[in-house]
T-cell receptor, first 116, second 112 residues
């Protein structure tokens, strides 16, 4: 199992450009998450998905969009990139049974994004 | 508003000693509390989970306590090794949500 994979590893964007951060998991997990981590700060939840076709906002969703057309993939779209979106982005997944909770999240290696 | 506090200053200890990291929270009633390890340039890795009705959980050299009255969790690494040097994050989950709120983490440095 590759686990959670993310591409690209690093990207520089100009202000106003757009891009998609890719995330794929091969563990057949139903839940997937996107976080951002700024230096010295904890992880902030951007969006999450409880299954294909279902997404919901996290703590800091502004400026981002997501979609979940398959169980495996959960891309994060940045439209009109701004310097405030300079960060490290982590994708994670977990398997949550019906009515369940308290499940481990498995993280990808991260995408480092610099917006200039 | 909900707040999770972890020591922002790095914890420096000598090899062989026990490291104790603290996670305090306010305005929150978590059903679960998790601890993750994060190495520089890498994603967090799960270490331990403890439920609100559990006082203590152990795994090899790791021990977590959870005091819902004090609103505090302590994370202990016994017989610490230089390889334990990393940032440790605590994360709280409310009942029925399956999303985590993370603290900022505490960096642990273990000297030989």
């Amino acid at each position: 199992n590759a686990g959670v994979t993310q591409t690209p590893k690093f990207r520089i964007l100009k202000i106003g450009q757009s891009m998609t951060l890719q995330c794929t998991q091969d563990m057949n997990h139903n839940y997937m998450y996107w976080y951002r981590q700024d230096p010295g700060m904890g992880l902030k939840l951007i969006y999450y998905s409880v299954g294909a076709g279902i997404t919901d906002k996290g703590e800091v969703p502004n400026g981002y969009n997501v979609s979940r057309s398959t169980t495996e993939d959960f891309p994060l779209r940045l439209e009109l990139a701004a310097p405030s979106q300079t960060s490290v982005y982590f994708c994670a997944s977990s398997y949550v049974s019906s009515g369940g909770a308290g499940e481990t999240q498995y993280f990808g290696p991260g995408t480092r994004l610099l917006v200039l | 508003s909900q707040k999770i506090e972890q020591n922002s200053e790095a914890l420096n200890i000598q090899e062989g000693k026990t490291a104790t990291l603290t996670c305090n929270y306010t305005n929150y009633s978590p059903a679960y509390l998790q601890w993750y390890r994060q190495d520089p340039g890498r994603g967090p890795v799960f270490l331990l989970l403890i439920r609100e009705n559990e006082k203590e959980k152990r795994k090899e050299r790791l021990k977590v306590t959870f005091d819902t009255t004090l609103k505090q969790s302590l994370f202990h690494i016994t017989a610490s090794q230089p390889a334990d040097s990393a940032t440790y994050l605590c994360a709280l989950e409310g009942s029925g949500y399956s999303t985590l709120t993370f603290g900022k983490g505490t960096m642990l440095l273990v000297s030989p």
